[in-house]
């Protein structure tokens, strides 16, 4: 699976847009980037996947670049509540063999 | 409510002992893993099953071991022989289909403590 790169953390004002980066470099042409966040003490929550095409669900945009090499999840009006650990994962779908390998995140601290 | 189910939230054990984590789900799913994460560190995947009495280790099986008899449950065995037993364990599922969604739904944790 294609390794990811992204910051420690982050702050964000709350009602502001939270953009949190992911690079990755090595990523295949089968492999889908997915993000998942992890509130404190808790299990992890799936947010979004792209393979190449911008996504964008009720939680959140995903913008991957044109080469596919970095990508950028967007949470558009930040809130106390996404404070969280967020995960870029790059990984190809395999149907039922699927694994994820989660890296150390970035902790999006969400401030007044 | 259909969900994820991990007991208990907080265990504690004696060194030496062999513990068994429960995880059950009703989502009718047919995938099913464990993982374990440390403090700071993020999640590692210690064994998954895709489908009844089959489950395949993950990159740190060594000193656990799991069943999959029926589908809606996974149960983890921490044994003696796992040099650092205390961490927070995950169980998490994966209904197939062919959407490359790939959405693990994940329990609420156990907090296992080897005194």
């Known amino acids: 699976d294609a390794k990811t790169t992204q910051p420690t953390s982050m702050d964000c004002a709350e009602g502001r847009a939270a953009n949190l980066p992911c690079n990755h470099s090595?990523?295949?042409?089968?492999?889908?980037v997915y993000w998942y966040r992890q509130i404190h003490s808790q299990g992890p929550q799936y947010i979004i996947h792209?393979?190449?095409n911008n996504e964008t669900n009720e939680m959140a945009s995903l913008i991957i670049t044109e080469d596919r090499k970095s990508s950028t999840l967007i949470l558009p009006h930040a809130t106390l509540r996404d404070t969280a650990v967020y995960y870029c994962?790059?990984?190809?779908?395999?149907?039922?063999?699927?694994?994820?390998?989660f890296g150390t995140g970035t902790r999006l601290q969400v401030t007044l | 409510d259909g969900g994820i189910t991990q007991s208990p939230k907080y265990l504690f054990r004696k060194e030496g002992q062999n513990v068994t984590l429960s995880c059950e789900q009703n989502?009718?799913?047919?995938?099913m893993y464990w993982y374990r994460q440390d403090p700071g560190q993020g999640l590692r995947l210690i064994y998954y099953?895709?489908?009844?009495?089959?489950?395949q280790k993950g990159d740190i099986a060594e000193g656990y071991s799991v069943s999959r008899e029926k589908k809606e449950s996974f149960p983890l065995t921490v044994t003696s022989a796992q040099k650092n037993p205390t961490a927070f364990y995950l169980c998490?599922?994966?209904?197939?289909?062919?959407?490359?969604?790939?959405?693990?739904?994940f329990g609420p944790g156990t907090r296992l403590t080897v005194l």
């Open positions: 090595t990523i295949s042409g089968n492999e889908y």
């Open positions: 998490a599922s994966r209904g197939t289909s062919t959407a490359p969604s790939n959405e693990q739904f």
């Open positions: 099953s895709q489908i009844v009495n089959d489950f």
């Open positions: 989502l009718n799913h047919d995938a």
């Open positions: 792209g393979l190449k």
């Open positions: 994962i790059v990984t190809p779908y395999t149907g039922t063999a699927s694994k994820l390998t």
